[in-house]
């Protein structure tokens, strides 16, 4: 990389050290990925809803007041992800977050987002 004191100003002289540590631009396309998933309003309330129980897309469709196809393309774009993952149970599928270090940031981010506490969490 550039060493950029040779063409900056002088009061970026530590710019240097701070780059270093910048993410890559595959990182930055990742959590571009996520914040754009996130960007949708039913998708956000489908992530929320699986963030604290797993479902089906039936049960879904009716918790967020959508038809079961449109469901099943919002679930799609989040398996994608791998924000979800789904498991076959006789004919239907259950879908819930998934065991990763996005998917638990994505939760925190919906709850932070929301103000609301998480129910799985609270403490009777």
Known sequence: MKDLCECAHDHLEEINSLLESMPSTDESTRASDIFSLLSDSSRLRILWLLCHSEQCVTNIAACVEMSSPAVSHHLRFLKQSKII????????????????????????MIDDIFYLECPTKIVK
């Open 85 to 108: 993952t789904s498991e076959k149970r006789g004919k239907e599928t259950f879908y819930k977050l998934a065991d990763s270090e996005y998917a638990t940031l994505a939760h925190k």
